[in-house]
């Protein structure tokens, strides 16, 4: 008899395991159920729609009708679940203010995360956005094409804020942003971060550091910081950082991590073995030192889903825990990182050193060769690698890449020298900068 599997949420995480579920399992009947208007849509892309890069909306989407067709899912957008009863394997939803109900032999939980709104006065106002959703990019944009906005204030220094800054900068916005840390993309060093910040000054756009968002004054206006200054701004986009959507699963009985995401093992079960959770909901492990951690970035959520595919056709794959390998353009810079740096590492009272390199992305003598800065970081004693951050203006991704392969692969830094990467001047020097700091790292570790 055929499976009867149910999913809540779509997107990266419940989208791709319907899909992959009916590629191992022709006969499931499988249902979607998505509280917002679309069930599969390219989240990442939605600040480059702002800023006008991707020009047609639809690209983002994936058409329901199409998805539903194609994968043989039957799908209900615009309904939430509203609560699981484990003992009789049920859920009940709601959808235009009507209360449903069914059955399950699986439920997969897949319902993402949401922005954090910080609780300070005045932040209900029509000039405050958060983005997470189509609708979210949809308000953005209708409030820029029709009150022409000159300033923008960005609060938050990590992906999303800086994914925002950069595209409201293209629309030729006044940029201000701003990050209650030292400095900003706190998934690299401060002095790796330095180089973004300088970059940024550069562009006329105004970096406060140390500083927060107190309240707003003047219908949104005007912003007052934790330090008592006051910015005058037309829009404000708040990126502050997100929290997983446990609250379904909380209710459930279903046992949370250490990090407040949803608990769950090597093959992305609950604490209840017919219920699965993936996603940016869900606690994974550090790859290196497997203690817990919340990772909302889209790979993870895609292999989440073959880990779960493969489960449930009875071809168990476990899940071997994350890097948290991740890349960002900030204007003309490129900034990456994988595994961990010296923050991570000093929480998890890791002894360890790091070493650091300012290259060039390929042979200097031939043209439009650009500045590059490798750092690593590796145990004292083995010089097994522990993480990286690389930041430039062209060649970060490969280079970032090799090095989360052998972070993965579990080489040292004496293995960076001996890495055969390619050469032409083209594309890197007869020592590429990886075998570089690699030799560089090993003089340091003797």
Request: aromatic share 8%.
């Amino acid at each position: 008899m055929p499976q009867k599997i149910v999913i809540v949420g779509g997107v990266g995480g419940g989208a791709t395991v319907a899909s992959q579920i009916r590629r191992t399992d022709k006969d499931a009947e499988i249902f979607l159920f998505e509280k917002c208007g679309y069930i599969s849509f390219a989240n990442c892309g939605m600040p480059y729609h702002i800023g006008g890069t991707v020009e047609k909306r639809d690209t983002l989407l994936y058409p329901v009708e199409k998805f539903a067709e194609k994968y043989n899912v039957n799908v209900h957008i615009d309904t939430e679940v509203m609560s699981i009863n484990r003992r009789h394997k049920t859920i009940q939803y709601k959808r235009n203010g009507t209360s449903n109900e069914t059955s399950y032999d699986k439920l997969i939980l897949s319902p993402g995360a949401s922005p954090i709104v910080p609780n300070v006065e005045g932040i209900d106002n029509s000039r405050t956005f958060t983005l997470r959703t189509i609708e979210d990019m949809d308000r953005i944009n209708e409030f820029i094409s029709s009150s022409h906005p000159e300033k923008t204030t960005i609060i938050g220094g990590g992906f999303i804020g800086l994914e925002m800054l950069e595209n409201l900068h293209a629309l030729k916005l006044n940029c201000t942003i701003i990050d209650r840390s030292p400095h900003l993309i706190k998934s690299v060093d401060g002095d790796m971060a330095e180089i973004v910040e300088d970059h940024l000054k550069e562009k006329n756009i105004e970096v406060l550091l140390n500083d927060g968002l107190a309240a707003f004054e003047n219908d949104g206006k005007t912003l007052v910081l934790n330090s008592g200054k006051k910015i005058n701004t037309d829009m404000t986009i708040l990126a502050v950082g997100i929290k997983p959507n446990t609250k379904l699963a909380a209710e459930a009985s279903l046992e949370l991590g250490n990090s407040g995401a949803i608990a769950v093992n090597e093959f992305m079960q609950t604490n209840d073995p017919d219920i699965y959770a993936l996603g940016d909901a869900v606690e994974v492990r550090d790859f290196l030192t497997g203690s817990p951690k919340k990772i909302a970035l889209a790979w993870p959520a895609h292999r989440q889903a073959y880990i779960i595919s493969s489960h449930l056709s009875n071809n168990p794959v476990p899940y071997q825990g994350n890097l948290g390998s991740s890349i960002l353009k900030v204007l003309d810079l490129t900034v990456a990182a994988t595994g961990h740096n010296s923050a991570t590492l000093e929480e998890e009272g890791r002894i360890f050193k790091h070493t650091k390199l300012s290259a060039y992305s390929h042979a200097a003598y031939y043209p439009d060769s650009k500045k590059l800065w490798i750092k690593i970081f590796y145990n004292g004693d083995t010089g097994l690698l522990y993480g990286a951050n690389v930041v430039g203006y062209e060649g970060v991704d490969k280079r970032m890449a090799v090095l989360a392969t052998a972070i993965k692969g579990r080489l040292t830094v004496n293995n960076l020298s001996e890495l055969e990467l390619g050469y032409s001047p083209v594309y890197s020097s007869s020592k590429d900068p990886i075998n570089i700091i690699g030799y560089k790292a090993q003089e340091e570790l003797n």
